[in-house]
C-alpha cells in the first residue's frame, strides 16, 4: 500500500513542484513504483515532466468523477514514475468543489484504488489553502513543506498549520508533518543562513536536514521537462534532491 505524501505551502514560488517533480523522481529510480499527482492548474509538474498541460482525462476528470485514476494515468521519462496529469480547467474546480457535499475527500476516494499498485504517490498541490489543497491533505497521510529560506519564509506557516490541524480534526486524524524542506538556499547570504537557523529553532525535529540550494540547473531541468538527475546528475541541486529522497523514504 502506498504512503501518500502531499507537498503544501500557500505561498507560491517556495518549490513545491520543484520537491515534488525531483523527490518523486528520485524515489521512482531507487526502484519504488511512484505516482506524482499534480493538482495544481498550472499544472508546473505534469510540464516538468515532460508532458502536455491539455491530456485527457486529467485529475480534473478524475476529481469530477468522470475518470479514475488509473485511467487518467501517464508514463513519464523515468520508468517507475508515472503521471496523473493536471490542466487549466482545473481552476473552475475551486468555485465548484465547495458546492457539492463531500468534495473534501473527492481525490482520498479516487486514489483508494490506485494505493495498492504504488509504494509512494506524491501530490503537488497549488499555491492557496482552498479546496483543491484541501483534497490533497484529506488524501495525504504525511505533509512535506518547501518552505524557501528568504525573507517572510515563515510567515504564513502558522496559517499552513492551523489549516493541518483543521484538516487532522475534520477529516484526517492520519495526517501528520513528514517534515518542512529548505528549499533554493543561497548558503553565501547571511539572511538565507539566519533564515535556516531560526525556521530549526521554531520547528526542531520538523526539518529535514538536507537543504536544497539554489542551483540554475535545478530550474533549466524543468524547463526541459525532465527531473534534475537526468538533467545534469552530479550539480549540487541533483546531489541534495537525492538526499532529500532518502531522508523522506527512512521517514516513511
Ligand atoms: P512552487 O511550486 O512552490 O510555486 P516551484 O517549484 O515552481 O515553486 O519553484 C519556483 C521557481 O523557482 C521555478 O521557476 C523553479 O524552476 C525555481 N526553482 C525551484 N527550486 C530551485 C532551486 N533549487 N534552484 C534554482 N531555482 C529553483
Ligand atoms: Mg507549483
Known amino acids: 500500500m502506498a504512503t501518500v505524501y502531499a507537498i503544501a505551502n500557500q505561498k507560491g514560488g517556495v518549490g513545491k513542484t520543484t520537491t515534488a517533480v525531483n523527490v518523486a523522481a528520485c524515489i521512482a529510480e531507487a526502484g519504488h513504483d511512484t505516482l506524482l499527482v499534480d493538482i495544481d492548474p498550472q499544472a508546473n ?4 515532466l515532460g508532458a502536455a498541460k491539455d491530456v485527457e482525462p486529467n485529475v480534473y476528470d478524475v ?8 485511467e487518467a494515468t501517464l508514463a513519464t521519462g523515468i520508468e517507475r514514475l508515472k503521471l496523473v496529469p493536471s490542466h487549466p480547467d482545473l481552476a473552475g474546480a475551486n468555485s465548484e468543489l465547495p458546492r457539492e457535499a463531500g468534495s473534501e475527500v473527492r481525490l482520498r476516494e479516487a486514489l483508494v484504488a490506485a494505493r495498492g499498485h504504488f509504494e509512494y ?7 492557496s489553502l482552498g479546496p483543491l489543497t484541501v483534497n490533497g491533505l484529506a488524501a495525504a497521510e504525511r505533509v512535506i513543506v518547501p518552505v524557501q529560506t528568504e525573507y517572510f519564509a515563515l510567515e504564513g506557516l502558522a496559517g499552513l498549520l492551523d489549516t ?3 484538516v487532522q480534526r475534520e477529516l484526517n486524524p492520519r495526517l501528520t508533518i ?7 538556499h543561497d ?14 529553532e521554531h520547528f526542531p525535529a520538523l526539518v529535514f536536514d538536507t537543504v536544497i540550494p539554489r542551483n540554475v540547473r535545478v530550474g ?4 526541459f521537462g525532465r527531473p534534475v538527475a537526468h538533467h545534469d546528475p552530479h550539480c549540487p541541486g541533483a546531489h541534495a ?9 527512512v521517514r516513511a
Do not use: F, W
Not at 533549466?220 to 524547463?223: K, V
Open 187 to 200: 548558503g553565501r547570504t547571511r539572511l538565507a543562513r539566519d533564515v535556516e537557523r531560526e525556521v530549526r
Open 178 to 184: 513528514a517534515g518542512m524542506a529548505l528549499t533554493m
Open 121 to 127: 504517490i506524491l501530490i503537488d498541490c497549488p499555491p
Open 241 to 249: 534532491y537525492l538526499e532529500l529522497a532518502k531522508e523522506v523514504v
Open 63 to 70: 476529481l469530477a468523477g468522470s475518470a479514475t485514476i488509473a
Open 220 to 223: 533549466e531541468a524543468s524547463s
Open 164 to 166: 493541518l490541524a483543521l
Open 45 to 48: 509538474a505534469t510540464v516538468g
